[in-house]
């Protein structure tokens, strides 16, 4: 079954304290992306990576990194998180468009 | 820069109404992609539906069906018969030429459909 899977689900945590979401596919995808969702604002993008070893920037990237070390794995990470990035954010992956997303991973800095 | 404008911030119909869901964009590509995702109460997105430019036909599937009209630049949405299943928030997104997935979405349409 083709799958996307993304932990933590939830998570609260406090201003400065890094943490990582971690997203893997099964679909062999080439192309994974992250997007955040904020009421109003619909899906941001904040970062996308086409290949392994090939990350760039979405229109939101400030204050995340992220890295694709192999093609299953394209993880998220907050080096210091702040309350501004209390959102819930999705892990997708697909081909020309049709994503598959992951099922959101919500998260609180306090 | 591309653009998704998704006016209908919310729409209530009684259920079996045919609705219709806007969608505008702006690109100065002169090929691109549109979608249509829909996100359930339950939180996942899901792929509905993608046109490339150079297809203007309307597409037809079930009691959904796709007004792309490129003079408008408008990619409209219709829900024929609509029941509450169909209640969900509806965003509508574009590509560029390559389809290389940096989707820039709307900010969606929350539809409730009332039984």
Redesign the interface.
């Known amino acids: 079954e083709a799958q996307v899977t993304q932990n933590p689900r939830y998570l609260i945590t406090v201003t400065g304290k890094k943490l990582t979401v971690t997203c893997s596919q099964n679909m062999n995808h080439e ?1 994974m ?1 992250w ?1 955040r969702q904020d009421p ?6 904040i970062y ?1 990576s ?1 290949n392994v070893e090939v990350t760039d920037k ?2 939101v990237p400030e204050g995340y990194k992220v890295s694709r070390k192999e093609k299953r794995n394209f993880p998220l990470i907050l080096e210091s998180p702040s309350p501004n990035q209390t959102s ?1 954010y ?1 892990c ?1 992956t ?8 992951g ?2 991973s919500r998260l609180t800095v306090l | 820069a591309q653009k998704v404008t998704q006016a209908q911030t919310e729409i209530s119909v009684v259920e079996k109404e045919d609705v219709t869901l806007d969608c505008v964009y702006e690109t100065r590509d002169t090929t691109y992609y549109l979608f249509w995702y829909k996100q359930p109460p339950s939180g996942e997105l899901v792929f509905l539906i993608r046109r490339n430019s150079f297809d203007e036909q309307n597409e037809i599937s079930g009691r959904y069906s796709w007004n792309f009209q490129k003079s408008t630049s408008s990619f409209n949405f219709t829900i024929t018969a609509s029941q509450v299943v169909d209640s969900a928030v509806y965003f509508c997104a574009l590509s560029d030429i390559f389809g290389n997935e940096k989707l820039t979405f709307g900010t969606g349409t929350r539809l409730t459909i009332i039984p």
């Not at chain 1, 109003?40 to 993008?45: I, P, S, T, V, Y």
């Not at chain 1, 697909?94 to 997303?101: I, M, Y």
Request: hydrophobic share 40%.
């Open positions: 192309y992306s997007y109003g604002l619909g899906l941001r993008q996308y086409m979405g229109d819930l999705f997708a697909g081909t020309l468009g049709e994503l598959f997303f099922e959101g």
